[in-house]
Every structure is written in structure tokens, then in C-alpha cells.
């Protein structure tokens, strides 16, 4: 549900080969591994410079073609380096950020990418001793997962959450999926007392959709949804227009409100990326197009 590209601080790439190949030659580290730590540490510089570029983009069209490549640049990396934390979680972000991109046009896709997305989260999270043996219980037992969760957690507990739920919701028809959706939530809400307006109040943009996508007899709450959408909308100063689209996309639509639809996805039309937002223009273009296509279907939704 979060548009957003890969992205971390990194120092330059050359201080970063000085600092590897001096540490190279005093340890005496093998050559192979030397190279293959100064390839990793490039392709992170590179993903720093490709984020940063993406987030600031006004063509959705040309990111979503583009990204794949990046995508397969990262599954190369991780055949080599399968257990490295920074490459595992930097997937998980790049799959489950692509499929929020597609998954208006390509339901199926958009699964199989959140499916990827969610193997590499829960790939890094079990790396984790005290809490492997959680990710597969019940949620009884699961619930005790937040106890040994610290705040620099934060990044990958989202990105797996995030993805875990794409995964989920465009897989309604499977019990079994669902039957993961209370720990997904678990999560979300956890990642919302320790910083609830982390990547522009996605936490709460997150359940809001999920809280007004719902039926009541598996959880879902209007009311609370509509908390969610407003929270998202103060912590971000109203420039995330994408808290409009999916507002009136799942609240409006839910509760049959053809009036509050249409106007929050007009309002998303007339609106531009405010100056201070840079990092939100590709998010916001993308959510004039979906405004664009809600609006098209409106007389046949209502």
C-alpha cells in the first residue's frame, strides 16, 4: 500500500572502496571477499542514487518499466550474499514497492512481487534468534514477538508487514492467508507506537485501508479506518494525495459515500506536489492516475 523506493544513507562510493580495501589489506581477507564486499557496498551507493532519483520522478510509467532490472540486480546480489541483512531488507522494500505500483493493472503480478517481498522480510527476520521460532505459531504465541522487537527494527518489521499484507490481500480467497492477517496487523500497530509518522504516516495509511477493506466478520472497522486515513492525512500536512485516493477508494466505496468519493478524488486532481514534498512526486502522480481511473469507474461502482 506504500509507494516508496529502496532507500538508506550511504557514504560516497569512493569512501567506501578506501575504506574496504585498507581493511582488506591490513586484515589480509581473501581477495574474492574483498571484491565481493566493494561489489556490495557499490550496488548500495548505486540503490541510494536510483532511490533518491525515483522518489523524485513524475514519469510512474518509466519507473514501473525500470524497475525490474533493479530488481534483478538485487536477486543477483542475494545469490551470492543469501543471508545479508541490508540486501535481504532492501528486497523486500524494491519487490513490495513495485507491487503496490502495479497492483491496479496486474492483480496477479502484483501477488507473486508482495510474495517475494514477504519471503525476503521474513528471510531477515529470522535471522533473529529470539524470535524464528514466533514466525510460524499461532497468534497466540506470535503476539509475544513485539517483546524482543527494538526500534532499529523499525525498517524491516514495516517493509515485511507491508508486504505480508499485499501478499494477503490479493489473495483473499485462502483461509490460510487470511488466517495471517491478525499478525500482520500486530505488527503494523507496533511499528505505530515506536514512530507513527514513519515514510509519511504509511503505518497509518496501512490500516486504514486494511480496517475499511475488511467486512466486519473478519475484523473490519469504518470507524477506525477513518481514524487511520485522518492520522495519516495530519502527520503528512495533507501532501501524501495518495491518503485521498485510498480513502475514497476503500472507506468512500465501503461505506457507500458516492459524494465524499468523488470529491476527495477530485480535490487529489486539482492539488500539486507541494515544493517541500520532493520525495512524495512519484507517490502523488501515481495517485492522480489511480484518482483519474476511480473516478471513470464511478457511475458503474455507485
Not at 550511504?10 to 569512501?15: N, P
Not at 522518489?55 to 550474499?81: I, K, Y
Not at 519471503?119 to 527476520?125: D, I, P, V
Request: hydrophobic share 45%.
Amino acid at each position: 500500500m506504500v509507494f516508496a523506493i529502496p532507500h538508506r544513507r550511504f557514504h560516497s562510493t569512493t569512501q567506501y572502496i578506501i575504506k574496504i580495501s585498507a581493511l582488506c589489506i591490513l586484515g589480509g581477507i581473501a581477495f574474492s571477499g574483498c571484491a565481493n564486499r566493494i561489489k556490495i557496498s557499490l550496488a548500495q551507493s548505486l540503490v541510494a542514487d536510483v532511490a533518491q532519483a525515483t522518489e523524485r520522478h513524475d514519469d510512474p510509467a518509466l519507473v514501473m518499466q525500470s524497475m525490474p532490472a533493479f530488481l534483478l540486480l538485487l536477486e543477483g546480489l542475494l545469490e551470492e550474499n543469501p543471508r545479508n541483512a541490508n540486501l535481504l531488507l532492501t528486497a523486500t522494500e524494491g519487490y513490495a514497492s513495485y507491487a503496490t505500483l502495479i497492483e491496479l493493472n496486474d492483480r496477479e503480478r502484483a501477488h507473486n512481487s508482495y510474495g517475494r517481498a514477504k519471503e525476503f522480510g521474513l528471510r531477515a527476520l529470522h535471522k533473529r534468534k529470539k524470535i524464528r521460532h514466533l514466525l510460524g505459531a499461532p497468534f497466540t504465541q506470535f503476539s509475544t514477538i513485539t517483546a524482543h522487537l527494538k526500534p532499529k527494527d523499525l525498517p524491516l518489521v514495516f517493509w515485511t508487514a507491508s508486504a505480508w499484507g499485499g501478499w494477503i490481500s490479493t489473495n483473499l480467497e485462502s483461509m490460510a492467508a487470511l488466517a495471517d492477517l491478525p499478525k500482520v496487523i500486530h505488527l503494523m500497530e507496533w511499528v505505530i507506537g515506536v514512530d507513527e509518522g514513519f515514510k509519511h504516516a504509511a503505518p497509518h495509511l496501512f490500516l486504514g485501508v486494511y480496517y475499511a477493506a475488511l467486512p466486519p466478520m473478519l475484523g473490519g472497522q469504518p470507524d477506525r479506518a477513518l481514524h487511520h486515513f485522518n492520522r495519516s492525512h495530519e502527520l503528512t500536512n495533507g501532501t501524501s494525495l495518495m491518503v485521498h485516493v485510498l480513502k475514497a477508494r476503500y472507506y468512500a466505496r465501503q461505506i457507500f459515500d458516492r459524494d465524499l468519493h468523488d470529491a476527495l478524488l477530485r480535490e487529489v486532481l486539482q492539488t500539486e506536489t507541494a515544493p517541500e514534498a520532493s520525495d512524495l512526486i512519484l507517490q502523488n502522480e501515481m495517485a492522480k492516475t489511480m484518482a483519474r481511473q476511480l473516478l471513470e469507474e464511478s457511475d458503474a461502482f455507485f
